[in-house]
């Protein structure tokens, strides 16, 4: 396979994906990827990239962002993310499909897929550094302030549609201040945000802070169901799931592959290869296993 992977973005039920250049309908197997939040599809492309060497095998990967300028609700979302599954279950139904969120992109990921009765098409679901449970109390300040209410963020949406229109060194200063994303990223970020995507970033993140709360039954009843195919990954300080609560979701699904591990939470900002590093040896087995039952 060549070193250099291309991508093409394509709408799917409302949302833009990008799925690498050997992707095909009718492929056997194929890597879902469910970003963060912001979902900024283009900052997995370096991931999805070593998933594709390493295993031969295409990759999507599905935002969070919708198509136009309305912002949707964390529901709408989970909504949106059950239509996407269901299509691609229909158009390729003997396809098979290893699906990896991150973050909050883990909550949706399982809230969606709750939903559909069928799920047997999907041999992996890893979760990496997920985002589970009382959001709001793990946010840093700023993102408290930035959410507060939909006067602050229409206003920082605006700012950021303004700051589109200065040198890249004083963008990169004003991010510094307000985030702790790295200066060799911001571009990307940039690139890829406008005002209506900055808008619903941050309206999702009011909503993963108001409603995501404590584990309820029938979150923790869907989790025992997909136990022998669910793989978690924390991080040891992860401010969104430490090793306590990795811990803790130890004891309430044993038979759930997780580890822990020391990355940094935003992992594709200079650490996909640590994180591929992690799960790799855990995706043969997967695929090993699925070879063994055809």
């Known amino acids: 396979m060549e070193n250099n992977i291309t991508y093409t973005k394509q709408l799917i ?8 250049d050997i992707f095909n309908t009718r492929s056997p197997i194929t890597f879902i990827i469910i ?12 991931f999805g990239n070593l998933l594709t060497k390493q295993f031969k095998y295409p990759v999507i990967i599905s935002s969070l962002i919708s198509n136009d300028t309305k912002s949707y609700s ?8 059950n239509n996407f599954f269901e299509y691609l279950f229909k158009s390729n139904p ?3 499909y290893i699906v990896l969120g991150h973050s909050i992109g ?33 946010f840093p300040l700023q993102y408290k302030i930035l959410t507060f209410n939909y006067l602050l963020i229409n206003i ?12 890249l060194c004083l963008i990169i200063l004003f991010f510094k201040l307000i985030s702790d994303v790295p200066s060799n990223n911001i571009a990307c970020l940039i690139n890829n945000v406008d005002f209506s995507s900055v808008k619903q970033i941050l309206i999702l993140a009011q909503d993963e802070g108001k409603y995501i709360k404590e584990y309820n039954k029938d979150f923790i009843d ?13 991080g040891k300080k992860d401010r969104y799931g430490n090793e306590e609560i990795a811990n803790k979701m130890k004891e309430i699904i044993p038979e759930a592959n997780i580890k822990i591990v020391n990355i940094l939470h935003a992992f594709v900002l200079g650490y996909s290869n640590d994180m591929f ?18």
């Open 13 to 20: 039920e409302g949302q833009y994906c990008l799925y690498s």
């Open 35 to 46: 970003p963060g939040n912001p979902s900024v599809a283009e900052l997995y492309i370096q």
């Open 74 to 81: 964390l529901k709408k979302i989970i909504e949106l993310k």
């Open 94 to 96: 003997k396809g098979k």
């Open 106 to 138: 883990c909550y949706i990921l399982f809230q969606a897929l709750k939903e559909i009765k069928d799920i047997n098409n999907i041999i992996g679901i890893y979760c990496l550094f997920p985002a589970l449970q009382n959001l709001y109390n793990c």
């Open 156 to 167: 920082f949406s605006f700012l950021i549609k303004i700051l589109k229109l200065f040198p």
């Open 222 to 234: 869907f989790l025992k169901r997909i136990s022998n195919k669910l793989r978690m990954i924390y």
């Open 277 to 294: 590093n992690v799960i790799s040896e855990m995706i043969n087995e997967d695929l090993n296993k699925h070879a063994n039952k055809i």
